[in-house]
């Protein structure tokens, strides 16, 4: 465990959970909906069980983005805006890779 | 009104407005999948907030520690709840809105016989 | 104090008015996964509803409350959801 990392992390992803807080809102009270949901499928980088649960806990606690369905390896995520599918990729993997980096990732394999 | 107060009332202002939010979107927003992602966040950050507010508005040993555990368990329950919602209405077949995107090998669930639809698929 | 309390009040109408809101998608639907999300949601806006009752009526008691709904409210959620899903199997 790397308790900075972990607190910068934190930070980050509190700040990000304050943004997207502010941006569905905006998008629920905007007079015309223009909103542009996506659902994507994403391939986990995390292995062990508890990087997973995190990683899902992380995206589903964050609004705007919701995971809908899970299997090995795999999750399918419904986000309520974004560019275009591989945005939202993008943005989940960076997610990931600060998790992992926070958790100090040890390569055990589950 | 003192500091205190003010303070308080901020933050129970505030929760209570996503809160509010969080009920405009469950009327407008177009499928269950955003309407869970609308409601279920805003509604649970907006539900801390008022506690929190509660917290300064109401100080006391007793109180304070209650209300951190139920903003604890709050944080802690939310995600859940949002994914088993999620699940539940993937399983289930709803629709998804129309224009929804998708990356590739992402399926809809387009041909789920009509177990309610909303009348836009 | 008196101001204090109108702040209050108006929280509440806001919350009831919330509560309407949830009641209305519980009963439209038009899936049933949205009438658990309502369900959700009416749970979340009473436990508001009665954090601000606990400061209105200077009752620190009602704060119990709100700790042993948020278990309830989570537990009634997740159940409903998992019986959504297993029904549609």
Not at chain 1, 84 to 91: G, I
Not at chain 2, 12 to 32: Q, S
Not at chain 2, 104 to 119: I, K, S, V
Request: aromatic fraction near 4%.
């Amino acid at each position: 465990m790397r308790p900075l990392a972990l607190a910068a992390f934190a930070a980050w992803y509190l700040r990000q959970f304050l943004v997207a807080n502010v941006v569905v809102a905006g998008h629920v009270l905007r007079p015309r909906l223009a909103h542009r949901p996506v659902v994507v499928r994403y391939e986990l980088r995390s292995r062990t069980d508890g990087e997973v649960a995190s990683f899902i806990a992380l995206v589903s606690l964050t609004p705007g983005t919701l995971v809908v369905d899970r299997s090995t390896g795999v999750v399918t995520v419904h986000a309520v805006h974004a560019r275009d599918s591989a945005q939202e990729l993008a943005d989940l993997r960076e997610l990931e890779e600060r998790m992992l980096a926070a958790f100090g990732r040890t390569g055990r394999t589950s | 009104m003192t500091l205190q107060t003010v303070a308080g009332d901020v933050l129970l202002g505030l929760g209570v407005l996503l809160v509010v939010v969080a009920a405009v979107g469950l009327v407008r927003m177009p499928d269950v999948y955003n309407r869970t992602n609308a409601v279920a966040k805003a509604g649970g950050l907006g539900l801390v907030l008022v506690l929190l507010g509660v917290v300064v508005l109401s100080p006391g040993p007793t109180a304070v520690v209650v209300l951190l555990l139920a903003v604890a368990l709050q944080l802690f329950t939310v995600p859940i709840a949002g994914l088993e919602i999620g699940q539940a209405a993937r399983v289930s077949g709803a629709p998804f809105a129309p224009g929804t995107g998708t990356s590739p090998g992402a399926d809809l669930p387009d041909g789920e016989p009509g177990r309610g639809h909303d009348g836009d698929r | 104090m008196i101001a204090q309390d109108v702040v209050l009040d108006t929280a509440l109408v806001l919350l009831a008015l919330c509560l309407v809101v949830a009641a209305v998608r519980a009963v439209v639907g038009p899936t049933d996964a949205d009438r658990v999300l309502a369900v959700d949601f009416g749970f979340l806006v009473t436990l508001c509803a009665v954090a601000l009752l606990a400061v209105r009526l200077r009752t620190p008691a009602l704060l119990d409350l709100v700790l042993v709904g948020t278990l309830v409210g989570f537990l009634a959620t997740v159940a409903l959801a998992r019986l959504v899903a297993r029904r549609s199997r």
